[in-house]
């Protein structure tokens, strides 16, 4: 994880900004193995319930933004439990990476 966080971290800062963290996604090919991925779910599911919850969520990414965080787990939630599994935040991870690829592609 420490190594993924200073690739992402292009600030320096300590912590990974949302801006960041949708850059790194875009590099698909160094981040978004499934190890990575896995790494970096475990990383955010500070409980260890296998359920990123809004709270994790909104501390992984820094942001007290209530809405953001509401759309994000809107957008990933597929079976509506209020809370991201990992299979929802790999899903997630994919459909931003083919997004991401198709508008390089225009």
Not at 12 to 41: H, P, R, W
Not at 68 to 85: F, H, R, S, V
Not at 91 to 99: E, L, P, Y
Request: charged letters at 25%; hydrophobic letters at 40%; glycine letters at 10%.
């Amino acid at each position: 994880m420490v190594r993924i966080g200073k690739q992402v971290d292009v600030t320096g800062e300590g912590s990974i900004t949302v801006t960041e963290f949708m850059l790194g996604a875009c590099n698909k090919t160094a981040l978004l193995t499934d190890a990575n991925l896995k790494q970096v779910y475990a990383f955010m599911d500070a409980s260890g319930k296998n359920m990123v919850t809004r709270p994790e969520l909104k501390s992984f990414l820094g942001v007290n933004d209530d809405t953001y965080i509401g759309i994000i787990i809107e957008e990933a939630d597929d079976d509506c439990d209020g809370g991201l599994t990992y299979k929802e935040f790999n899903n997630m991870m994919m459909r931003i990476t083919r997004f991401s690829g198709s508008a390089n592609t225009v």
